[in-house]
């Protein structure tokens, strides 16, 4: 996944999306049980909200068209999302001792649309406060999530997270934003 070039990261030419009321009101749950799952460091857990092939995905600039001809700050596919997680986990990382602690707001959710694929373009704002070792950090942004259906709910195909700082210098991010 990471070196094929055909995985669509664009959301131009979306066919328009109504949503009920209660299907909306489940988008939204889903996007909030995302942000607890990754407060609550259980990481196994939002790993299993992914398709097989999601990506997660975080421009180094804004308004990054591709992930393919420009450096990104993240580009993970499942693979490399399990070596994270099983490194943020792990009892000898030292740089996670005591361990990263984060709350997440997250609203302003939108439907914008369907994707060529079928997954639903769903965009919201987030804020992320940060704290290691007495040392506070803020974060916001945008989430861009496409999500396939499947059964009752959604599963992420992917993530792009639009930090407001994209292009700042940044100490490591040890946790996903």
Same mark, same amino acid.
């Given at each position: 996944?990471?070196?094929? $070039?055909?995985?669509?990261?664009?959301?131009?030419?979306?066919?328009?999306?109504?949503?009920?009321?209660?299907? +909306?009101?489940?988008?939204?749950?889903?996007?909030? %049980?995302?942000? %607890?799952?990754?407060?609550? %460091?259980? =990481?196994?857990?939002?790993?299993?909200?992914?398709?097989?092939?999601?990506? =997660?995905?975080?421009?180094?600039?804004?308004?990054?068209?591709?992930?393919?001809?420009?450096?990104?700050?993240?580009?993970? *596919?499942?693979?490399?999302?399990?070596?994270? $997680?099983?490194?943020?986990?792990? @009892?000898?990382?030292?740089?996670?001792?005591? @361990?990263?602690?984060?709350?997440? $707001?997250?609203?302003?959710?939108? !439907? *914008?649309?369907?994707?060529?694929?079928?997954?639903?373009? !769903?965009?919201?704002?987030?804020?992320?406060?940060?704290?290691?070792?007495?040392?506070?950090?803020?974060?916001?942004?945008? =989430?861009?999530?496409?999500?396939?259906?499947?059964?009752?709910?959604?599963?992420?195909?992917?993530?792009?997270? *639009?930090?407001?700082?994209?292009?700042? !210098?940044? *100490?490591?991010?040890?946790? +996903?934003?």
């Amino acid at each position: 996944m990471l070196l094929e $070039i055909d995985f669509d990261v664009g959301t131009a030419d979306l066919a328009p999306a109504q949503v009920p009321a209660d299907t +909306y009101h489940a988008l939204c749950q889903f996007l909030y %049980r995302e942000a %607890r799952l990754l407060d609550m %460091r259980q =990481y196994d857990a939002w790993q299993s909200l992914w398709t097989d092939d999601g990506m =997660y995905w975080m421009p180094h600039h804004a308004d990054q068209a591709s992930p393919y001809d420009h450096v990104s700050l993240f580009w993970e *596919d499942k693979m490399l999302r399990d070596v994270r $997680i099983r490194r943020l986990q792990h @009892p000898r990382n030292w740089s996670q001792q005591p @361990p990263t602690r984060c709350a997440r $707001i997250v609203g302003n959710i939108t !439907v *914008d649309g369907v994707d060529q694929g079928g997954n639903l373009v !769903v965009r919201s704002a987030f804020q992320l406060t940060e704290w290691r070792k007495r040392q506070p950090r803020q974060l916001a942004g945008h =989430y861009t999530h496409k999500l396939a259906a499947e059964g009752d709910g959604w599963r992420i195909r992917m993530k792009r997270v *639009d930090l407001v700082t994209c292009d700042d !210098v940044h *100490d490591a991010f040890e946790v +996903y934003v």
